[in-house]
């Protein structure tokens, strides 16, 4: 009886995955398919952020033909670097923008419109916007990876290691941004952590040491999205790969965790603007 039970309550909740799942895809869809309305601004969108990213590498290309490497890296190796950033970064931001300005909607409210609404809060926040510009930032990255990775294992790896530094992003974000159901003006802390965590994932982590090194990988998660990712693309390590899908784990359950305790604060309240 137990048994037929716990079958049933297995499927329930594959169930409710499926759904859920299907429901997050439909509202990435739509958001796009919104954006699309204009198609000319779309594919300019697009376009000039694939061009941005490429002319920004000038400076790389410039530098290594005066010294051979830079913190250990040589031009493939940093070509993979701004290749796994900007695809991690640009899927975090198609599918799930909204959480990048998730301390706005606590501080001002506007959360009220989710709880309402009959499916996973979480997930109804996550999925309720796009970044068009973002989809150049993938596709750039994408491509970018293609030329400069040369081995067919680390092209295997591409897809886990775009995901987990997907997960790494949006994780993070969640997480300081649910601080702002505790903390006042955590806004412009979360923006500002976010903004240093892309900028350090552009430069070799060979270049830095002791302490900031430190805090690269476990405060702000820069080398768990993108460095170990882009050192087992060019030689693989089965301990750093289960590093980073530990790390992943834990980082969104605790992101997760302390989103739905901060909701309790917030349903029990009025507008954060309240309390400042």
């Not at 799942?21 to 204009?38: A, G, Q, T």
């Not at 490429?54 to 070509?79: C, D, N």
């Not at 109804?124 to 068009?132: L, P, W």
């Amino acid at each position: 009886m137990s048994t037929v039970v716990n079958r049933e309550n297995a499927v329930n909740i594959l169930t409710v995955f499926k759904n859920q799942l299907r429901v997050c895809l439909l509202s990435v869809k739509y958001n796009i398919m919104r954006e699309m309305v204009n198609k000319v601004t779309f594919v300019t969108n697009i376009l000039f952020m694939m061009l941005n990213n490429a002319t920004i590498l000038v400076q790389w290309v410039i530098l290594f033909h005066l010294r051979e490497e830079v913190g250990g890296y040589t031009m493939k190796e940093i070509m993979l670097l701004w290749g796994m950033t900007a695809a991690s970064y640009g899927l975090s931001h198609v599918l799930f923008a909204r959480v990048f300005s998730l301390p706005e909607l606590i501080i001002s409210g506007k959360l009220d419109a989710y709880l309402v609404q009959p499916k996973n809060v979480l997930l109804s926040v996550m999925t309720s916007a796009t970044n068009v510009s973002a989809i150049g930032d993938f596709l750039y990255g994408l491509v970018v990876i293609g030329i400069f990775c040369t081995g067919v294992s680390g092209l295997y790896l591409l897809p886990l290691f775009v995901l987990t530094g997907t997960a790494i992003f949006v994780a993070y974000a969640l997480l300081l941004g649910s601080l702002s159901f505790w903390f006042v003006r955590m806004d412009m802390l979360s923006g500002q952590m976010m903004m240093g965590m892309i900028s350090f994932a552009t430069y070799p982590d060979g270049i830095f040491k002791g302490v900031s090194r430190f805090l690269l990988y476990f405060i702000i998660p820069v080398g768990m999205a993108v460095y170990h990712p882009v050192h087992m693309m060019i030689s693989f390590d089965k301990r750093l790969l289960l590093t980073v899908l530990v790390y992943t784990f834990l980082l969104g359950t605790a992101a997760v965790t302390a989103f739905y305790r901060g909701l309790r604060r917030y349903s029990s309240s009025s507008l954060m603007e309240a309390r400042l």
